[in-house]
């Protein structure tokens, strides 16, 4: 494996925070419901996890920090600044260095942003999901639309760049229904939105449901497809390209950490069930934590460190995974560093017949899925895979 090869897509801190006030139906995150947490605790063992991974990997420029969750906009101002300033001591931090942080916009965590802004965070990503009553009650969300349009406000006037989450092919929602919810969100947006289907994932609520055909009112298959072919050319026809499956953003405005992943760079993960990916002398370790939050907590305090398993990641792994992510781009995947990281280029029979089927475009050294080919995705994806 080439040494360097993290470099394409930079480095990058991630931490989890676990904690939410209820969990969403539709959710299959790492979220946990908890009375009380005490943050001075959770505080020192990030710190102690920064210092740790920083130890393995030192010196590196950090390009950007994602506190995700759960809910991070739960933790306390002081508890984001703990944080950030553990990362500062442990590596020198770009000089534009991106920092988001995930919230939901109750007036309760809306009025934390100040603090979140004076603590460091640059950047808000707000979980809206809907901009109307009954949607966001069946989703079980615990704000109003009322609540997230004031949180929005407040955001932008805190914040350079703020992003928000937008699902659609709700329950009961057409094509016109979220036409008129889209063209509002972009009249609202600063610099980014994620747009995502709704998905029933096992585990969840929402999943025990569906399988007892409690669910209803989803739209096919079909009707979601001509939903995502039409959220591409509204957000475009705004100003708001897509330049990931589910992403849009103003030119220069893209979120710099999700690059990290699709572009296969390093991150060091922090926090209850999160994964890392770090390049290390002579090898590439994909880095998993305990999940439940006491026993990571407590492995941290005891141990010295929340991981629960590192593994060694083979050449061909590394392709796959760069494979899958880099092709969710609209720039695609560079086909020269999938050759370097495969040992062999991609089979030439199989992107000839996608061209073949206009569901992907070559030109550049680089291969990318078409406007057609993202709608079926997963298929070019198994007929690229070595």
């Avoid at 805190?158 to 972009?186: K, M, N």
């Avoid at 590439?284 to 305090?301: D, F, H, I, N, Y």
Wanted: charged share 25%; glycine share 10%; hydrophobic share 45%.
């Amino acid at each position: 494996m080439p040494a360097e090869d993290w470099r394409a897509g930079g480095f990058a801190l991630y931490v989890h925070w676990p904690f939410c006030a209820a969990k969403c139906p539709y959710c299959d995150f790492n979220s946990h419901v908890a009375a009380a947490v005490d943050q001075p605790r959770w505080l020192a063992a990030y710190r102690a996890e920064i210092a740790r991974l920083a130890a393995e990997v030192p010196g590196r420029v950090l390009g950007s920090i994602f506190f995700g969750g759960g809910t991070p906009s739960l933790m306390a101002p002081e508890t984001v600044a703990g944080v950030i300033e553990a990362a500062r001591a442990a590596w020198p931090l770009a000089n534009d260095v991106e920092i988001t942080l995930e919230a939901n916009p109750t007036s309760v965590e809306a009025g934390r942003f100040r603090g979140y802004a004076d603590a460091g965070v640059n950047r808000l990503s707000m979980g809206v999901q809907a901009l109307n009553d009954d949607d966001l009650r069946r989703l079980g969300r615990m704000h109003s639309a009322a609540e997230a349009r004031a949180a929005f406000d407040i955001a932008r006037n805190a914040f350079g760049r703020v992003s928000f989450d937008l699902i659609y092919a709700r329950q009961r929602q057409d094509a016109a229904a979220w036409r008129r919810e889209l063209t509002e969100a972009l009249e609202m947006a600063v610099d980014h939105l994620s747009l995502y289907q709704l998905t029933i994932e096992p585990g969840t609520a929402f999943g025990a449901r569906h399988a007892a055909g409690r669910l209803r009112d989803i739209p096919d298959d079909d009707i979601a497809g001509d939903m995502y072919l039409e959220t591409q050319d509204i957000c475009k026809k705004h100003g708001y390209p897509g330049y990931e499956v589910s992403n849009h953003a103003r030119p220069g405005s893209e979120s710099r950490h999700n690059l990290t992943y699709w572009r296969q760079g390093d991150w060091a993960a922090i926090g209850p069930g999160a994964h890392g990916r770090l390049t290390l002398p002579g090898t590439r370790v994909g880095t998993e934590a305990l999940r439940a939050p006491e026993a990571w907590l407590g492995a941290v305090e005891q141990r010295g460190s929340g991981e629960l398993s590192r593994e060694v990641l083979a050449r061909h792994d590394q392709a796959v995974e760069y494979l899958l992510m880099s092709m969710r781009l609209v720039e695609g995947m560079d086909m020269a560093r999938f050759a370097a990281l495969n040992g062999a280029p991609l089979d030439g029979a199989a992107v000839e017949s996608l061209l073949d089927l206009a569901l992907v475009q070559v030109d550049g050294g680089r291969i990318r899925a078409t406007r057609t080919g993202r709608l079926v995705l997963n298929a070019i994806l198994r007929e690229l895979a070595p």
